[in-house]
C-alpha cells in the first residue's frame, strides 16, 4: 500500500469505528432509560453498522463472534471517549462501576451467549480482556488489551510486553549463492498451500549472523516481519512461558510478525529451561525459527533442519574482488591467502571493507594496502576467543629458536602446509581424498624449556596469525560431558579467525588409552577422541604440546599430522642461544658465552636468567655483566631445586 492509501484507509477506519461506538452510546442509553421507566420498556433496535476493518481482521483471525466483537468494543469505548465511564456505570445502575462488565453485555448486546465468558473463548484465551477483582464473573470490570485499543484505531505496535524480550532484524546486506539457495527454500517450504500447519523450521550452524540473514531474506520474499527472541532470557515459569506464546502467536495473527528462538549461545546444562522450550516450541501454534549451534531433538512437531556453513572458499574470494573493487590488482593476490587463512561471512568481510575504507589508505602503496587488510581481519576476528584463550604477543624470528636443522625444516613444512592448504584441499582436489577435514595437528614433544611455545610464536609470526595458549589442565573436567563443552566453546569460537590454538598440557588428556572398566574410562576416551575430531575439522593449526611423548597412545599419535622432538639443547646450542638472548639495544660487557653455555638447563631457563640478570644490571646502573648473570643464575637454579656446581660457573667472576 502507499503512503496515501494507508491513511485513507486508517480514515475510513476511524469513520467506522466512531459510527459503532455510537450506535453503542444509543444501546447503553436506552438501557439507562429502561432502568428508569416502571415497567421497562423493550428495546427492539439492534446495531446495524459497516464492521471498522480492524475489528473484522480481529473477529476472523480469532474468531471472534458478533457479540464478542460487540464486547470490544464496549471495552475499547472507556478508552476512546472521555464520557463512556459514567455512561456503563449509569446503565449498570452502579455509579461505583464505571466500566464495563459481562453482566452489562449480556443485558444490553444483540445475540448475547454465555461461552463468551469462558476462560478458553477467544475474548479470554487471546487475552483481549482482563477481569478485575471480583468474586462474580459477571459483574467483574473488564479491561481492553492496550494493544488491541491500538489496533482498533489502526495502530499496530509490537506488545509492550514483548519489547524487552524481542528485536527487529532487519534485512541482511548481502548474501552468497549458497545462503539465497536455502533462503529460497525455506519460502518454498512455507508457501505450500498443502500445509495446515507450517513447521519449524531451524537453522544449525556457527555462524549466527548469517543464520538471521538467511531467515531475513526469506521474510522479505514472504512480506514478514521478522523479529529474534533471545532463549537465553525465556523465564523459568511455565505460566509466564504461556504468555509469551499467546502474545507471539498474537503478533503472528494481527500483524503478520514471526520470530527467531536464537539458542545459539544456550548452554544445554539446564534440564528444567530445556524442558519448558522443548514444550513452547512444540505447542506453539504460529510459524517460527528455531536458530542453534547444534541440532535440536524433533518431537512430534514438524521440525525442519538446514545445516549453514560459512561462504565457500569461492564465495568470499568473489566477496572479497566485489567489495575491493579496482583495488584487486593492488594487493598482489591476496585475497587467495585471505580466504585461504580467515574464514569470514558476509558481514564480516563488509565490516572489514567499512574499516578499510575508514583508515584512508594510499591506493599506489599496495604493500601498505595488504597489511593494513590482514590486520583489520585478524582484529576483526578476534573478540570471542579473547574470552576463552590466552592470546601470546611477540615479535620472534627463526632467528630466535635454536633447533637442530631436522627440527627446523619440519617447522617449515608445517609453515608451508598452513599457507597452501587452500590450494591443495580446493584447487588441486585433495579435498575429497581427505575426509577430516582442512585441519592441520601438530603434536611437540620435550622437556619444559626446549622451546614449544617459542616455535609456535615463531610460526604465527611468520604465518602473521594470532597464537592463543589454551591450557588443557584447566580444560579438562571430572565432570562427565564438561571437557567437550569446554572444547566446543573453544572451537567454535576460534572458527573464522585463523589463529593458531596451543593446547598446552596435552597430557592431561591423552594419556595411555585406559581399559574402560566404567563410565568415567569410556567418557575420557571420548574426551581425547572428541578432540582429535574438532582439531581434524579446524580450518587452522592446532598445536599441542607434552611434556613426555611417551605417555601418548600411539592411536592418537597416528591422528596426529606432524610431531616435532624438541631435544635439551647441547652446548653449542645454549651458547647460541646466549649469543641471541640479548636484544641489540641492550648494554653489555665482556660476556663469556661458551662459559654461560657451561650451565646445563634449557631455552626458556636461559631467557629467564638474561631477564633477571638485565633487571640487576639496570637497577645498579651498570651494562649487563657476568656478575649479574651469576646472580641471576643462582635465582634460577633456586626455583628449579637444583644445585648450582662449580664447573658450570668457574672463571665467570675473574673473566666479569
Not at 484507509?9 to 453503542?24: H, P, R, S, V
Not at 446503565?91 to 448475547?112: C, E, H, I, M, V
Not at 539457495?181 to 512455507?190: C, G, L, P
Not at 509469551?244 to 534440564?271: A, G, P
Amino acid at each position: 500500500m502507499t503512503t496515501q492509501s494507508i491513511h485513507e484507509w486508517q480514515d475510513t477506519n476511524k469513520i467506522y469505528l466512531l459510527n459503532a461506538l455510537e450506535q453503542l452510546r444509543s444501546l447503553l442509553e436506552v438501557k439507562i432509560k429502561n432502568l428508569e421507566t416502571d415497567p421497562p420498556v423493550t428495546c427492539k433496535g439492534g446495531l446495524n453498522f459497516p464492521i471498522p476493518p480492524t475489528l473484522k481482521q480481529i473477529c476472523t483471525q480469532f474468531n471472534l463472534s458478533v457479540f464478542e466483537g460487540n464486547i470490544l468494543l464496549l471495552c475499547a469505548g472507556m478508552e476512546l471517549d472521555g464520557g463512556w465511564g459514567l455512561l456503563c456505570a449509569k446503565a449498570q445502575g452502579d455509579l461505583q462501576k464505571p466500566y464495563p462488565t459481562f453482566s452489562l453485555a449480556l443485558s444490553t448486546l444483540p445475540n448475547p451467549h454465555w461461552n463468551a465468558l469462558i476462560p478458553t473463548a477467544p475474548l479470554r484465551k487471546w487475552r483481549f480482556l482482563e477481569l478485575g477483582d471480583s468474586n462474580s464473573i459477571t459483574q467483574s470490570q473488564l479491561f481492553i488489551d492496550e494493544q488491541i485499543v491500538h489496533y482498533l484505531t489502526g495502530i499496530f505496535h509490537l506488545d509492550e510486553r514483548l519489547l524487552g524480550l524481542v528485536e527487529s532484524i532487519e534485512s541482511f546486506n548481502y548474501l552468497v549463492p549458497t545462503h539465497q539457495t536455502i533462503a529460497q527454500k525455506i519460502v518454498n517450504i512455507w508457501t505450500q498451500k498443502s500445509q495446515t500447519k507450517l513447521p519449524i523450521i531451524q537453522l544449525c550452524g556457527l555462524d549466527g549472523g548469517t543464520k538471521r540473514g538467511i531467515i531475513a531474506e526469506a521474510c522479505q520474499h514472504l512480506k514478514l516481519n521478522l523479529y529474534s527472541l533471545s532463549a537465553e532470557i525465556l523465564p523459568n515459569d511455565i505460566n509466564q512461558i504461556n504468555l509469551i506464546q499467546c502474545l507471539l502467536e498474537r503478533e503472528w495473527l494481527l500483524n503478520q510478525r514471526v520470530f527467531i528462538l536464537d539458542c545459539d549461545y544456550l548452554e544445554k546444562t539446564d534440564s528444567f529451561k530445556e524442558g519448558l522450550i522443548a514444550h513452547f516450541l512444540e505447542k506453539i501454534n504460529c510459524p517460527i525459527f528455531v536458530s542453534s549451534r547444534e541440532r535440536r531433538f524433533q518431537r512430534e512437531r514438524t521440525l525442519v533442519t538446514l545445516d549453514i556453513d560459512y561462504p565457500t572458499s569461492t564465495e568470499q574470494q568473489l566477496l572479497w574482488q566485489s567489495i575491493l573493487e579496482d583495488d584487486t590488482e593492488n594487493i598482489n593476490g591476496q585475497i587467495k591467502a585471505l580466504v585461504t587463512h580467515f574464514n569470514l561471512n558476509s558481514s564480516t568481510i563488509f565490516a572489514v571493507n567499512w574499516q578499510l575504507k575508514s583508515l584512508g589508505y594510499d591506493q599506489q602503496n599496495s604493500p601498505q594496502l595488504s597489511e593494513q587488510i590482514w590486520e583489520i581481519c585478524r582484529i576483526q576476528s578476534r573478540p570471542r576467543l579473547e574470552e576463552l584463550a590466552q592470546r601470546i604477543q611477540s615479535e620472534v624470528t627463526w632467528n630466535d629458536l635454536i633447533l637442530p636443522p631436522e627440527e627446523q625444516e619440519i617447522l617449515r613444512e608445517i609453515a608451508a602446509h598452513v599457507r597452501q592448504r587452500l590450494l591443495v584441499y580446493e584447487d588441486w582436489g585433495f579435498k575429497k581424498k581427505n575426509s577430516r577435514g582442512l585441519g592441520i595437528s601438530v603434536l611437540f614433544a620435550g622437556a619444559s624449556g626446549t622451546g614449544k611455545t617459542l616455535a609456535a610464536e615463531v610460526l604465527a609470526n611468520e604465518l602473521r596469525l594470532d597464537v592463543y595458549r589454551i591450557d588443557l589442565s584447566s580444560v579438562v573436567s571430572k565432570y562427565i560431558g564438561e571437557t567437550e563443552k569446554n572444547l566446543r566453546r573453544i572451537f567454535d569460537a576460534a572458527e573464522g579467525c585463523g589463529a593458531i590454538l596451543l593446547f598446552d598440557e596435552a597430557d592431561a588428556l591423552f594419556g595411555k588409552r585406559s581399559e574402560v572398566k566404567d563410565s568415567h574410562d569410556r567418557y575420557a576416551n571420548m574426551e581425547v577422541s572428541y578432540l582429535l575430531q574438532r582439531i581434524e575439522a579446524y580450518r587452522g593449526l592446532a598445536i599441542l604440546t607434552t611434556n613426555l611423548k611417551d605417555a601418548i597412545d600411539q592411536a592418537f599419535v597416528r591422528r596426529i599430522r606432524f610431531i616435532v622432538q624438541f631435544p635439551f639443547p647441547d652446548a653449542t646450542q645454549r651458547a647460541t642461544i646466549w649469543q641471541r638472548v640479548f636484544p641489540p639495544q641492550t648494554p653489555t660487557e665482556r660476556l663469556d658465552f661458551l662459559k654461560l653455555a657451561r650451565l646445563n638447563v634449557a631455552g626458556g631457563n636461559i631467557r629467564n636468567i638474561a631477564l633477571n640478570a638485565a633487571f640487576l644490571a639496570a637497577d645498579a646502573g651498570e651494562s649487563v655483566q657476568m656478575k649479574h648473570i651469576l646472580q641471576a643464575t643462582k635465582s634460577e637454579y633456586m626455583k628449579l631445586e637444583k644445585t648450582l656446581t662449580d664447573t658450570e660457573i668457574k672463571g665467570w667472576i675473574n673473566n666479569g
